[in-house]
């Protein structure tokens, strides 16, 4: 299975044609192209147009390029599916995603429009009713038809529907999140962290970015370019994490240790498992190497 790097993934309104043309050019692993929250209700046909348009030009390289449709609620998601699918990006991401049956219609819908197989399927977590029902969710995902790749955590909307407080630290939130990180590698879904809304101050930014990766999140959603920087440094591998991977897979490969499920190496007892661990950090830091290339 090809592994993709989403450390950095960063909210364009759909809107501004000068936000998508940039979308272009910055150093993120993905861009979701937004027709949601970012477009006021009198925009919404304009933006579409313009993202279908910007989507079909192409040119954004490496960067996983995703849509993100208005809410199955909306009167606009008819349309918004049936130009993402014309456009054919990377995936499309829809909101506040609550229920199997709502994953299913979307599954069945992208059948019915016949969409290119390579679409997929990621579904925004910001409900409470979607965190209760996270497990079932993630579960979705052995169903070829729902597509569903990745999870996306809207925060702000779950401070809006739980009351809760954003906080430095997120407590009220932790439980919730590392619920969803748990049931979504469970079932082999990405699932990328919620943004972080205060531009000014950078040192949050990190400490979040930081929190989020110990959490188990494979990346961080963004609000805007300033804090690309942070999320990549973050959420890649060190070199010293890399090199030590190296040499975890380089011990199990050697013929006196093929069959052997735990060895010794530099004073340590490392099991088959973190050889396991190991390829997939070697896996993520050579997809971010090729990226980096012309």
């Known amino acids: 299975m090809t592994i993709r790097p989403r450390r950095s993934v960063l909210y364009m309104p759909g809107s501004n044609a000068r936000a998508l043309d940039k979308a272009r050019t910055l150093a993120v692993d993905g861009v979701i192209l937004d027709l949601e929250d970012a477009v006021a209700p009198d925009a919404k046909e304009m933006a579409r147009a313009q993202v279908v348009a910007a989507v079909k030009a192409g040119g954004f390289g490496h960067r996983e390029v995703v849509i993100r449709v208005n809410g199955i609620d909306t009167p606009w998601i008819s349309n918004d599916i049936d130009a993402a699918v014309a456009a054919k990006p990377d995936a499309i991401l829809v909101p506040k995603v609550s229920t199997t049956e709502q994953m299913e219609m979307l599954g069945q819908r992208l059948l019915d429009t016949r969409a290119d197989p390579r679409i997929r399927l990621w579904a925004m977590i910001e ?12 579960a979705m995902a052995a169903d070829s038809e729902t597509r569903l790749t990745c999870f996306v955590m809207g925060t702000n909307d779950l401070a809006k529907e739980t009351r809760a407080r954003l906080v430095p630290g997120r407590a009220p939130m932790l439980p919730w999140l590392s619920t969803c990180v748990l049931a979504a590698h469970g079932h082999n879904v ?14 949050g930014l990190a400490r979040e970015c930081e929190q989020g990766r110990d959490m188990g999140f494979d990346g961080k959603t963004l609000i805007h370019p300033s804090q690309i920087e942070t999320c990549n440094r973050v959420f890649s591998p060190s070199e010293a994490e890399v ?9 199990f490969e050697r013929p006196e240790n093929k069959n052997k499920g735990v060895v010794q190496l530099d004073g340590r007892m490392v099991e088959i498992m973190h050889a396991d661990m190991a390829r997939r950090t070697v896996a993520i830091a050579d997809a971010i190497d090729m990226a980096r290339l012309p």
């Open 190 to 203: 990405d699932v990328l962290d919620g943004v972080y809304n205060d531009l000014s101050d950078a040192d």
């Open 127 to 138: 409900t409470p009713i979607a965190v209760f029902n996270i497990a079932s969710l993630a």
């Open 243 to 251: 090199a030590w991977a190296r040499k975890i897979i380089a011990a």
